[in-house]
């Protein structure tokens, strides 16, 4: 008889995002009238950039014509875009990534879980408190988390770095020393960061433990204040320590079109294993690209044209998060983040929990947020917001809940 793999098993719920969209799909149900504002999921609305389109219409083109249609796209992907990520993403900021150290992907989310496959499952892993559930859920589909605690909503062989209004969500230095570190810069789900001198302290602190740290840099293109790091192979003594995870869901909309990339230095190495060979193979064995379609279009971001026509898309945005940082300012909520990424991280009133929270604004006001524990137990008693809708829905939501 075949047996499943018992660590889903212990995988408490269902996914976050999709619990979510179940409660509010039965409320909607429940009251066709409502007219339901999304602030949750940090999805886009805005429709992919004009330069991106003309893009993706000529591949397209490409792919009808016998010359110059394309099959299985290289393992690492198109050198084009390869050579234009190092040199748009690395070297103008002064770092030194080469072409074939990125591996291009379908996204920063599969990437982010695929990522642990090459480290033993022994390892033990670090994640700040409040967290993006991919990475800790993951973990528990590999049996690397020990037994889940559902009173404190925490796995034993976690090691948590609580990040809350306190210590001004930066991570301290666990107690016990860690094999591999997640680090989400700027943050989601708290939409803050930390300063390129707090980032180096993590990255000497990986290199003295022999710990790696897998960063996701997912919405470096909303940080708007000159001290925070853009990558963190900005840090002197990256290379022998750290993988970073980048995507296009955020920057250049494509959530629904799937674009990501991870950077792996060849300096990087578990005694003499190269890390980046372990990836290319995996890689190579398991993946057959992301479309050619797609890495075109992912080409037209880096043109001057597709820049111009993101920074626009992202100053949209980042309108909206103060629109909410203010109105909620104002509405007497204290509030964090939305300066450098598009999430507005809000301490919920009178001691609500996060989940009566999400309650009472679906009912009341019809809004709809993330939950705050939902993303670990730090975040119990904060709820988050995201500046991905309409500007107009935004205005909306800003005035239905001045009006509580
Ligand atoms: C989020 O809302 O946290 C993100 O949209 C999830 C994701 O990028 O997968």
Sequence with gaps: MFKVNANYLKLPGSYLFSNIAKKVAAYQDANPDKEIIKLGIGDVTLPLAPKIIDSLHDAVDEMSRAETFRGYAPDLGYEFLRNAIADGDYKSRGCDIQPDEIFISDGAKCDSGNIQEIFSVDNRIAVCDPVYPVYVDTNVMAGRTGEYDAASGTWSKVIYMPCTAENNFVPEFPKENPDIIYLCIPNNPTGTTITKAQLQDWVDYANRIGAVIIYDAAYEAYISEEDVPHTIFECEGARTCAIELRSFSKNAGFTGTRLGFTVIPKELKAGDVSLHALWARR??????????????????????????????????????????????????????????????????????????????????????????????????????????????????????????
């Design 283 to 404: 890689h190579g064995t398991k993946y057959n690209g992301a479309p050619y379609i797609i890495q075109k279009a992912g080409l037209a971001c880096y043109t001057p044209e597709g820049k111009a026509q993101l920074q626009e898309q992202v100053a949209y945005y980042m309108k909206n998060a103060k629109t909410i940082k203010e109105g909620l300012s104002q509405a007497g909520f204290t509030v964090f983040g939305g300066v450098n990424a598009p999430y507005i991280w809000l301490k919920t009133p009178d001691k609500m929990t996060s989940w009566d929270f999400f309650d009472y604004l679906l009912e009341t006001v019809n809004i709809v947020g993330t939950p705050g524990s939902g993303f670990g137990p730090s975040g119990e008693g904060y709820f988050r917001l995201t500046a991905f809708g309409s500007y107009e829905n935004t205005l909306r939501a800003m005035e239905r809940i001045r009006s509580l």
